[in-house]
């Protein structure tokens, strides 16, 4: 690279892009101001985490069991599940692959101290701040947030409201590990945890109880726990149907995996689970945008992609001298490309995928251009629903990358994705320090946050949305204004 990128001076914030210019405000007098008020941008306000839920206006909602649904079940079941057999082999899965439904296969071999260290690693990353995980609906403006408390807070974007109530359930949502709302049903928000995973059936309309009284809303929770597996650490819903008569049910089937060494596909309907892969320890799942790649890395280093018509399998060879598992990826919007980081790695790795399994390693894109972020500990990796904006956060500064991604099909086979475009930097921290003299709050001094979690909202008009949780609880948002030139 012929010049070095600059980084934001510390008296700076990254408020949004505009056009591929990130903008940076010094103060309210900044004159970039006017520029993006032309542009006709829009500051979001920062929300602040509480540091526990020993909070005067935290109340939490009643959990009612989810009404019986056999009915609805026996219904389906007779002329859906031949389709589910015929077309995707679930139940001929197990034969395939040479396997049973063992009540408990867990053995020591299996259940070692590599994963112990593990699990105890997660859990102490998770319950560092107040909050880690995010997730957003899959159609409207509203996320979900896992509290470090095992408490689950709702937002409204389109009111900029709380959701009144938290979901919690202290005998069975504990240690939270991961969240996802299911795609094509989004009242449902999968929950995992250490021993199962949550099923909350969320009613999203909120309503007034009393005339003056405070708004409220319906939730039940179901709870999946398959005897044996535990220590859930990865989750992904299939995020539709390749076939426009079957994705009605494809897309009920959520895919969960445990560091106790399973994959289980599991199907939410009929309420029943097939294991994948056994004596493997799952680190990390996520589905190609249509579904038809599943991509898993485990805590050996391996990595293992199935396509999903036929349930076949194939490992891939992991560039040297990396035997750490996969630490975060996304996918492009196509599916055919993979960016990924391991654990500990400095740069982002692209794997080319095909429907048919093939797999090319495509060149590593490191932070070289930036004194700042060379380096750095990636962290966790972006990307926004065009496809068309990738972010990078890391684990020891607060700075994010902001990367153009391309379409794999728009390039010469083999060529660099991804073309730097500019460096995030974020808020002050923002927790609450003694009072002076006089009476008033002032912050302490410390070091910017780092950002703990980055998602990009499914849906944002004027280009791309993304959400960022700092480590002393703030959540943040940057607007990415351009115009897709793929359509979304």
């Not at 020993?54 to 069991?65: L, N, Y």
């Not at 296969?105 to 859990?123: G, K, P, V």
């Not at 005998?171 to 909350?200: E, F, R, Y």
């Not at 996520?286 to 991509?295: A, D, T, V």
Request: glycine content about 6%.
């Amino acid at each position: 690279m012929d010049s070095l990128l600059p980084a934001p001076s510390s008296t700076e914030v990254t408020v949004a892009e505009v056009d591929g210019k990130l903008i940076q405000l010094r103060n309210a007098s900044d004159p970039s101001i006017d520029f993006y008020v032309r542009a006709e941008g829009v500051l979001f306000q920062h929300l602040q985490m509480p540091a526990n839920l020993i909070h005067p206006d935290i109340s939490r909602i009643t959990v009612k069991d989810l009404p019986s649904q056999k009915s609805l079940y026996g219904i389906l079941h007779n002329g859906f599940m031949m389709l589910i057999e015929t077309f995707y082999g679930i139940q001929n899965l197990v034969q395939t692959l040479g396997q049973s439904f063992p009540p408990n296969f867990i053995s020591n071999a299996i259940f070692n101290t590599d994963t112990q260290r593990h699990m105890l690693s997660l859990e102490e990353e998770l319950k560092e701040y107040p909050a880690n995980l995010l997730a957003w609906h899959p159609y409207v403006s509203i996320f979900a947030i896992a509290h470090k408390d095992d408490a689950i807070f709702l937002y409204d974007l389109r009111t900029e409201t709380w959701f009144p109530e938290i979901l919690e359930n202290e005998l069975l949502q504990k240690d939270i590990t991961c969240m996802s709302w299911k795609p094509l049903g989004g009242n449902i928000l999968a929950v995992g945890c250490k021993n199962g995973i949550c099923l909350w059936e969320i009613s999203l309309e909120q309503k007034k109880v009393s005339k003056n009284g405070p708004f409220r809303f319906d939730a039940w929770m179901r709870y999946i726990n398959y005897p044996g597996h535990e220590n859930i650490v990865s989750l992904a819903w299939h995020p539709h149907g390749s076939y426009p008569l079957l994705f009605i049910i494809y897309y009920l089937f959520i895919i969960c995996g445990s560091a106790d060494g399973s994959i289980i596909l599991w199907n939410t309907s009929f309420g029943n689970g097939t294991i994948l892969t056994t004596n493997r320890k799952v680190a990390f799942l996520s589905w190609s945008p249509i579904g038809e790649i599943l991509f898993s890395s485990f805590l050996d280093g391996k990595i293992e992609i199935w396509e999903t018509q036929r349930w076949t399998s194939k490992i891939i060879n992991v560039p040297t001298p990396f035997r750490h598992p996969v630490q975060t990826a996304c996918w492009t919007k196509d599916g055919r490309v993979l960016f990924l980081s391991f654990c500990e790695d400095q740069c982002i790795r692209s794997l080319s995928i095909t429907p048919n399994l093939d797999v090319e390693w495509l060149p590593e894109e490191y932070m070289s251009f930036s004194i700042e972020c060379n380096g750095r500990t990636v962290k966790q990796l972006a990307i926004d629903p065009t496809g068309e904006r990738l972010v990078v956060c890391f684990k020891d500064t607060p700075l994010l990358v902001v990367f153009h991604a391309k379409q794999p099909t728009l390039v010469p086979r083999g060529s660099n994705l991804l073309s730097v475009q500019g460096i995030v930097r974020g808020p002050k921290w923002r927790e609450p320090g003694e009072e002076d003299t006089t009476g008033e709050t002032f912050f302490m001094s410390k070091p910017d946050p780092k950002a703990v979690s980055i998602n990009f909202a499914k849906h944002f008009m004027k280009g791309a949305l993304l959400s960022l949780i700092w480590e002393d609880g703030q959540i943040s948002f940057l607007p990415f204004y351009f115009r897709p030139t793929t359509g979304k």
